[in-house]
Every structure is written in structure tokens, then in C-alpha cells.
């Protein structure tokens, strides 16, 4: 339910609220049983001799679990239920002649509240006990806001506006979450978690508030000379005493050399315009109090009781400031021809320092959680490019029209620091020189192949080459990088980087008569990502007793050099990490849509003044993958997002969608 409410009061007042609020409920949210479905042997039934369900799938060394028995009625339960609210006021007034007063008040409230119940014989549970969880939270956050703006045009050439701000933020967290199992009875679900055993729960609370000042000056001579001054500076209650504020300027200058009078009679440019910025902004989003040393509680038992103790789960950092982040831009806005043709050329550089990431300690501190750091310095530099253009103007209604949007953007990252001159950050996964989320781990050279040249180099290793579960042949063979004749973890190097060599999109429209049709295509070009799907220990193990993919593996008469051999021996192929990497590479159909005006005559007679119907598909076609179209990977596009390594999921299948619609105005 939407509502939005603006009134004038007399001639020097205005006052507005807006409120946006929604309730949802949502059945099943983690109901995926694609991860035993996955692995399931596709020889095995799921029915015994009397058509009951199996527990674990049969010759599955009791490793699946039937699938199927997630779909009994009353076995898996799963419900949350979402309120929320989006409310924001304000008061303007104009003080004097362009100067205006402006007071913005905004708050954002949600509740929570969401159950789950698994019964004994679920995926989740495998046969063991029984299990509930119940969970409430609430979130409230608000911001306030004072805005004075100033604006003047003096003798008509000279346009001045001025811009101040005072804002303050405060955002509030609070939940609950109580879980058990062994349930006295499947039907009481969730709700009463004291009828069960082994009753645990756990609260937390957090807040957080930002207090910002700012200020802006816009400047403009003639439309021709364009200069933006802000200074801004902001305080975090998140950051650690002396850290907590942080100022932050910028600047931004452009030139419409289209106003030129050199320029006024081109036949060739419609705009032109150079543009150029530099600037500095922080980043704070972190969890509160990360600057302040933590406890975690551990239940166990003193004499003949049972105690709760605490151990210290995070050390504090009083040093954790701002990560700042400064940025240099350059770009030139262009129309040609009556402006047919139109678009931008964009260069920019970005320097970020101090950076806030997750540090893992050695595991002789005794502290099982990362650390929040300012841990060094990284850069990005990249190139965009953006062009439209009007290939044929159907001014007509019954003429052919053609237009097209054409962008590819580049970027070029690197860490250039870390703490303490630190070049190899090996346990967090950092290099300096490298790109956040590099992937670093082994490189494969192929399969040991039963031949003499590879049993001999093999026994040179130090492998096994006997025949049987536990010879190398057949196997993954792992790179000796460092060429010392041994194969460890020294041997490890940089396989790839989630980042592309460079990205691109194209959209073309086209309109005949009442018919209309668009193709919107994305491609990205020269990444790696790590396909869940390959080199799982769970989905694709190579051996006989699970479900696999459909793959050419080796075997002695078949010399396969990608896909190991199958065991029974072994759960998981030795080295089966490395069968995870794949050229990201891929262009993709993301939308085809057709739609047909029907003629005004037609839509009037069913009361309507329009009437348009259409189809469309959506991510329907992925070309030039290999992942997917030699290695049967899904789509490539599908990240696993916040890892930064580009991981594609084990179950979470690609998906499409065919859209039929109808648009009508009455």
C-alpha cells in the first residue's frame, strides 16, 4: 500500500509524506533438495517392494538421503512473515528570493518473524532427531535531514547554487532465535519450542549512527564553463575514538564546448561537452562494534553442574578507521548528426586506502573469528564506452525504425599494500599486484596417462603407480611450478581472477507498422570462475555409488586428459578442486521480447484506448561458453555473490523464463 500526499500551505510553505508498506509471507524459502537429488544414483528407486519411501537412497552407503521425503505432508515446514514500512516528510520553505529551506525526515520499520521444522526423516536431518527453529527481529532506522540551497543568476551569465546539509542517521537491530529437537509430536512444528529437548537460544542487539556535514557550490558561466565544489565530513559511531570522522572534498569541472561560437554552426556535432572530477568518499559498512573485543558463551559442565563460561571470540581494534576511497574521472558526452548518434567516452582511475576486510589470525591465538583491518591500499583503473544511435527514423507510423545501444567497459584492479609490508597474504587469499579475490591454488597439467614416460615421472614424484584404487594413473596431475621435483604446496599459483578482460552489452529495437521487437545481449569476456558444479566433493565425485556428470572420463583404453577415472575406493577424486576452474567467457541473450499494437478501432471496442500484447524470453540463450556448452556447466552469469571469486553454486540450476502480457490503457 502505497500513499503520497503533497500540499502547498499559502505561499511560502510546502509539506509532503510519502509512505510506502508491505507485508508478505513467504512458504518454503530454503526448500531445495536439489543438492541430494544431485547425488543420487540415477540406477537407484526411491519406492522399496511395498511403495514406501527409502530413507537413504539405496547404494548410496547410506551418504543420500531420499529427496522425496521432504514432500510428505508435515515433514518439512518452513514460514516467515515480513512487515515493513517506508515513511518520509517533509517541510520546505522559501525564505527569500532562491533561498529555500528544506526539512527531510525518513523511517524504515520491519519485523520479522519466521519458523522451520524438520521432521526426522528430511534431507536436513538424515534420519536423526527431529528439529524446530523460531526466529523474530526487528529493524528500525531513520534518518533526519536539514537542507539550506541558494539560487542566483547574476547579469544573466552567471548561475550560482549553493548547497548545505546537516544529516543524521541511526539504525537499530534486535532478534531472537530459539531452536530444539527430538519434538514430543511432528504437529507442534515450531511453535512451542519447550516441548523438545536440547532447548537453545540466542539474542542479539547492535546500533549504529552516522552524523554528516556537507557543502556545495555549483557554479555555471554561460552554459559553456561548469565548476562543482563539495566538502563533506562525516562521523561513525561504527569506527574506533580518534577514527570516527573523517572529511571528505571533491570537484568536478565541465565544458560545453558545443556553446562555443566555433561550434554554433557545426553541421556535424548537435553536443559536446568535456567533463572532468576528482573526489574522495569513506566506506563504514561494517558490522557495529567490530572495533570493541567480543565473548562468546560455551555450555559445560563444573562438578555436577552445568555452567555457561565465556572465551573471547574477536580482539579488539582501536585503531579501525574510515577506508577512503578517492576517484578520477574524466569523460566526453557527444550527439552527431542531429543527434543520430549520441554517447559518451569515460576514463577514470581509483585509489582505495586503508582498506576495512576480514583478517584471519594464526591459529595458536586461540580466536576463531577474522578481524576487522585497515589492511592496505588497492587501485582500479578502467575505460567505458557508451554509444546510441538511430539506424532508421520510421518518423512514420507505417516506416521501419532501427536503434541501438552499444556499451563495453574495461577495469583493471590490484592491491598495492597490505599490513606491515606483507606482500603474499596466503591464509586471506591477498597478493600485492594482484586483484582482490585472485584465485591462487594448484595448476593441473592434464591425467597421469598409463604410459612408461608418465609411470616413470610419476614414480619420480613420488607417486604411486601400482595398478588398483591407489595408483596415480588415471588421475589429476598437478603442475611442479616451482620445478623441484617435488609437488606440494609450494607449487601453488595464480590460476585466475573473477575480473574480465573486458564486459559489454548490446540492445537493438526495432518497429514496423504496430509491430515492435528487442534483443538485449550481455557478454563478458576473459574471466575464470569456479564451477560448484566440477570440482564438488558432493555433486560430481567420480565415483560409482553417487550420481555424476555425464562426462568422457579416462580409463585405461580411453586417454582422456580432462576427467579423471572413476573409483569405488576413494569418496572424492584426488585434487578434484582444480576441476572447478573454467573460462568465464560467455555472451548471453538475456531478453528477446515481440509485442503488436493492435489498431485503436480494435482496442476501443472492448473499452479500451490502447492495447498492446507481447512476448517475451528471458536468458534464454548463452553462447560461446565453453563452460557451458562443452563442459555442461550452467549459466556462468549466475555468480555466487560476495566471494569475489566468481563461484558458480551446485544447486542452484540455470533458469529462463517465457513471458506472455498484455498492456492495456482505458
Known amino acids: 500500500m502505497k500513499l503520497s500526499v503533497d500540499q502547498q500551505l499559502g505561499k511560502y510553505f510546502k509539506v509532503g509524506l510519502n509512505s510506502l508498506n508491505s507485508f508478505n509471507t513467504t512458504k518454503g524459502e530454503g526448500a531445495n533438495p536439489m543438492g541430494q537429488v544431485l547425488r543420487a544414483s540415477p540406477l537407484a528407486t526411491p519406492y522399496d517392494a511395498d511403495g514406501k519411501l527409502y530413507g537413504f537412497v539405496p547404494g548410496s552407503a547410506n551418504q543420500v538421503w531420499n529427496p522425496l521425503g521432504d514432500f510428505v ?22 525564505i527569500a528570493d532562491g533561498l529555500k529551506y528544506r526539512f527531510n525526515a525518513g523511517a524504515e520499520v520491519k519485523s520479522d518473524v519466521y519458523g522451520n521444522f524438520f521432521a526426522s526423516a528430511t534431507s536436513d536431518n538424515l534420519g536423526g532427531l ?42 537499530q537491530n534486535q532478534s531472537n532465535s530459539f531452536s530444539n529437537n527430538d519434538l514430543l509430536a511432528d504437529n507442534l512444528w515450531y511453535y512451542n519450542p519447550a516441548l523438545g529437548s536440547n532447548l537453545v537460544g540466542n539474542g542479539s542487539y547492535s ?88 565473548l562468546s558463551g560455551a555450555v559445560y559442565n563444573f562438578g555436577d553442574k552445568t555452567t555457561t563460561g565465556l572465551y573471547l571470540s574477536n580482539v579488539p581494534n582501536p585503531n579501525l578507521t574510515w577506508e577512503n576511497t578517492a576517484t578520477a574521472n574524466i569523460g566526453l558526452d557527444f550527439g552527431i548528426l542531429n543527434n543520430r548518434i549520441t554517447g559518451s567516452i569515460e576514463a577514470y582511475k581509483v585509489y582505495t586506502d586503508k582498506l576495512l576486510l576480514p583478517q584471519d589470525l594464526p591459529f595458536t591465538s586461540g580466536i576463531p573469528n577474522a578481524i576487522v583491518t585497515n589492511v592496505g591500499k588497492s587501485e582500479n583503473k578502467g575505460f567505458e564506452f557508451q554509444v546510441s544511435t538511430v539506424n532508421f527514423n520510421g518518423d512514420g507510423k507505417d516506416k521501419f525504425s532501427w536503434s541501438t ?49 608418465d609411470s616413470a615421472l610419476a614414480l619420480a614424484y613420488g607417486l604411486t603407480v601400482k595398478q588398483g584404487s591407489s595408483s596415480v594413473i588415471g588421475n589429476i596431475r598437478i603442475a ?17 581472477s573473477s575480473e574480465p578482460d573486458w564486459s559489454g552489452g548490446i540492445t537493438n529495437r526495432f518497429a514496423y507498422k504496430n509491430l515492435d521487437f528487442t ?8 574471466s575464470t570462475i569456479i564451477s560448484s558444479v566440477h570440482n564438488s566433493g558432493f555433486a560430481n565425485t567420480f565415483q560409482g555409488n553417487y550420481n555424476n556428470l555425464d562426462v568422457n572420463y579416462w580409463t585405461p583404453t580411453n586417454h582422456e586428459n580432462f576427467w579423471p577415472k572413476p573409483n569405488a575406493a576413494a569418496t572424492n577424486t584426488p585434487n578434484r578442486g582444480v576441476l572447478g576452474y573454467f573460462d ?81 490503457t482505458l
Open 130 to 171: 527431529s528439529k524446530s527453529n523460531n526466529k523474530t527481529g526487528f529493524r528500525s532506522n531513520y534518518t533526519l535531514e536539514n537542507i539550506l540551497t541558494y539560487d542566483k543568476v547574476i547579469a544573466e551569465d552567471h548561475k550560482l547554487n549553493f548547497t548545505g546539509l546537516f544529516s543524521y542517521q541511526q539504525s
Open 73 to 94: 505432508e508435515g515433514a518439512k515446514v518452513e514460514n516467515r512473515k515480513r512487515y515493513g514500512t517506508f515513511t518520509t516528510l517533509y517541510l520546505e520553505a522559501a
Open 519 to 526: 534483443v538485449v545481449a550481455f557478454g563478458r569476456f576473459g
Open 405 to 453: 545501444d552499444f556499451n563495453v567497459f574495461v577495469n583493471r584492479g590490484k592491491i598495492t599494500q597490505l599490513q606491515d609490508g606483507v606482500i603474499n597474504d596466503i591464509a586471506n587469499g591477498r597478493f600485492v599486484g594482484q586483484p582482490i579475490g585472485v584465485i591462487y591454488d594448484d595448476k593441473r597439467v592434464g591425467i597421469w596417462q598409463n604410459t612408461p614416460a
Open 480 to 496: 611442479d611450478v616451482n620445478g623441484d621435483g617435488k609437488i606440494n604446496a609450494d607449487d601453488k599459483t595464480f590460476i585466475g
Open 584 to 664: 568465464g567467457t560467455f555472451v548471453k541473450i538475456r531478453s528477446m521480447t515481440l509485442g503488436y499494437n493492435l489498431p485503436t478501432a480494435l482496442a476501443a471496442k472492448i473499452g479500451g484506448k490502447t492495447l498492446r500484447v507481447y512476448a517475451s524470453a528471458n536468458d534464454a540463450f548463452i553462447l560461446f561458453s565453453k563452460y557451458r556448452n562443452v563442459y555442461k556447466g550452467i549459466d556462468p552469469e549466475a555468480l555466487n555473490g560476495g566471494n569475489n571469486k566468481g563461484s558458480v553454486g551446485v544447486d542452484t540450476p540455470a533458469t529462463y523464463s517465457i513471458v506472455f502480457g498484455l498492456n492495456m
Open 207 to 294: 546500533k549504529w549512527s552516522i552524523i554528516s556535514y556537507m557543502g556545495r557550490i555549483n557554479y555555471g558561466f554561460k552554459d559553456k564553463y561548469l565548476l562543482t565544489l563539495t566538502m563533506r565530513s562525516d562521523g561513525s559511531s561504527r569506527l574506533a575514538p580518534g577514527g570516527k570522522y573523517k572529511v571528505f572534498p571533491s570537484a568536478a569541472a565541465g565544458w560545453n564546448i558545443i556553446q562555443e561560437n566555433f561550434m554554433k554552426d557545426s553541421k556535424v556535432f548537435t553536443n559536446l561537452k568535456l567533463r572532468a572530477s576528482y573526489g574522495v568518499v569513506g566506506n563504514t559498512s561494517i558490522d557495529p562494534y567490530e572495533t570493541l573485543g567480543s
